[in-house]
């Protein structure tokens, strides 16, 4: 595929425990473009989280490749932020480990917070700020290294229903605004439809890809995404095939 | 309505009732103690209960003050109190470290889980014999009890609180491709500083009973060596003169711990 930055070919994936083995994925082929945002949608414990770490890179396929053209970050449920450490220096977190914490990498870094509303926050510790604005903190954090792909693995799930759907509209805004690829593992249908460019459903274990649809609204805000015509035939479409 | 000092008048009474209930609790604190020893001295002088046998406040003040002029008061402290601190140091220092060991290797860990589990459970004055075998009479045999009696709570805590590491903060730092060392200093000791804290509390009152035991199985002074002695002879002025010093040092060690907990705890909880 054109421009493709994250592409699984035919990839595979058993887990080990003592009862026995698990094939989480199998024949599981796709490709992310560059600057897309595709969503991954899946009946529950069809291995979404697998998926993602095959992504990243922290495990490695039994079967098939996963081609990765760039770096990754990684976002997680919760924010993860260190309580110990104040805003600025967990989002230096990441320029710490990967040994880029130059005064001109810390500068961007908090530039980008400034830029996202954290410019007041950067002295202040996680415990001082909401739910929404943490996830927003975790989010810049994600974006530190300058990645070129980022993983979201249900970033909104631990957020409360009003606090998600300002947050899943902030993330989106800084992800397009910044011209980032990412993708987006979610249980949540209508997230998935307010916010990706493309949708793939996963099958129950061992995952695969069932169906793939671009999303037509040619909006990119999910909010008013959300109030348009098609969001609920798409919803219901997706619905019955993540129940079919 | 505000005031002056930009507070309201409901707020500021709240402050005030609050102020009162601390004052109220401290008073009943040191009002209980003033009651309890004025009791004991009376029943001791009225001759409800035998002096001989229970002492009193009294008796015990005149003792320390007869220790104090005979210039041992201290002499028996220092003892005690170098003891008691030095193995303190060690077991928290030393536990620590193999519990990092332990921690870093999985296979360490497993190979050496029955064997501290089997220590821990081992009452260490049962180690008393020995330790004088080994050691001989003097403070170094104190010392080494002290020493073991603290290590083994210190490791299985510290490595509890290592593994008790957050999944998803491990996951995180990982799929940043951070090292173990990074992980190490960045995440695990960081966040296992409230469990650090609560070791020091229970090693503070280990390493107590660890230099007092070994002051009862062998020791020429220190506060244990009073305690044993006094009982011995009969000397209950001395055994509970003794107790009282044990007990003020113990609380100030503790105290010392509460203030290094104010100082390093201050945002390390969500």
Redesign the interface.
């Known amino acids: 595929m054109k421009n493709e930055i994250l592409g699984f070919e035919d990839v595979a994936y058993t887990y080990h425990t003592r009862r026995g083995e698990t094939v989480a994925a199998e024949g599981l082929t796709f490709s992310v473009r560059e600057g897309e945002f595709v969503a991954v949608i899946g009946p529950s414990g069809c291995g979404k989280t697998t998926l993602l770490s095959l992504a990243a890179g922290l495990i490695e396929p039994s079967g098939g490749r996963v081609v990765r053209r760039g770096t990754c970050g990684y976002m997680l449920q919760k924010d993860e932020l260190f309580p110990w450490r104040t805003i600025e220096k967990n989002i230096a977190l990441p320029l710490e480990i990967k040994r880029q914490n130059t005064p001109k990498n810390r500068e961007r870094a908090r530039g980008l917070a400034e830029k996202y509303g954290l410019g007041d926050f950067l002295q202040s510790y996680p415990s001082q700020l909401s739910g929404g604005m943490r996830q927003r903190a975790a989010l810049i954090r994600t974006l530190a290294t300058d990645p070129d792909i980022l993983l979201l693995d249900e970033p909104f799930s631990a957020l409360d229903y009003q606090t998600r759907l300002n947050v899943c509209g902030d993330v989106s805004a800084i992800i397009r605004s910044e011209g980032k690829t990412a993708l987006l593992i979610t249980h949540d249908i209508s997230e998935a439809v307010s916010l990706a460019d493309r949708i793939l459903v996963l099958s129950a274990r061992p995952a695969r890809v069932t169906h793939t649809h671009t999303m037509d609204f040619g909006e990119k805000n999910p909010l008013k995404r959300r109030e348009m015509q098609q969001f609920s035939a798409w919803f219901e479409l997706l619905w019955r095939e993540l129940n079919g | 309505m505000k005031n002056n000092n930009g507070f309201s008048e409901e707020h500021l009474l709240y402050l005030k009732r609050r102020k009162r209930r601390v004052a109220l609790v401290w008073t009943l604190r040191v009002g209980l103690l003033a009651l309890l020893l004025g009791l004991w001295e009376l029943s001791a002088d009225l001759g409800w209960a035998d002096p001989f046998l229970v002492s009193s406040p009294s008796r015990i003040a005149a003792t320390l003050a007869a220790l104090y002029s005979e210039g041992t008061l201290f002499y028996h402290i220092g003892t005690t109190l170098w003891e008691t601190a030095l193995g303190f140091v060690l077991s928290v220092v030393l536990g620590y470290g193999i519990a990092l060991i332990l921690w870093w290797s999985e296979t360490v860990r497993r190979v050496l889980e029955p064997y501290l589990v089997v220590l821990n459970a081992l009452p260490k004055i049962a180690l008393g014999p020995l330790i004088i075998i080994w050691f001989g009479t003097g403070s170094k045999a104190i010392l080494f009890m002290t020493v073991i009696v603290g290590l083994i709570v210190a490791i299985l805590h510290m490595l509890t609180a290592f593994c008790a590491t957050?999944k998803?903060?491990l996951?995180?730092?990982?799929?940043?491709?951070?090292s173990k060392l990074?992980i190490l200093f960045?995440?695990v000791v960081?966040?296992s500083?409230a469990a650090f804290i609560s070791m020091l509390k229970v090693n503070v009152g280990m390493a107590w009973i660890g230099s007092i035991m070994g002051e009862y199985i062998v020791s020429k002074a220190g506060l244990g060596y009073l305690i044993v002695y006094g009982g011995q002879v009969f000397k209950l002025d001395l055994l509970m003169a003794a107790t009282v010093i044990l007990a003020a040092l113990a609380a100030g060690m503790y105290f010392l711990v509460m203030l290094l907990e104010k100082l390093l705890v201050?945002?390390?909880?969500?």
């Open positions: 957050d998803n903060k996951l995180l730092l990982r799929s940043l491709g951070a990074q960045k995440l960081p966040s500083l201050k945002n390390n909880e969500d």
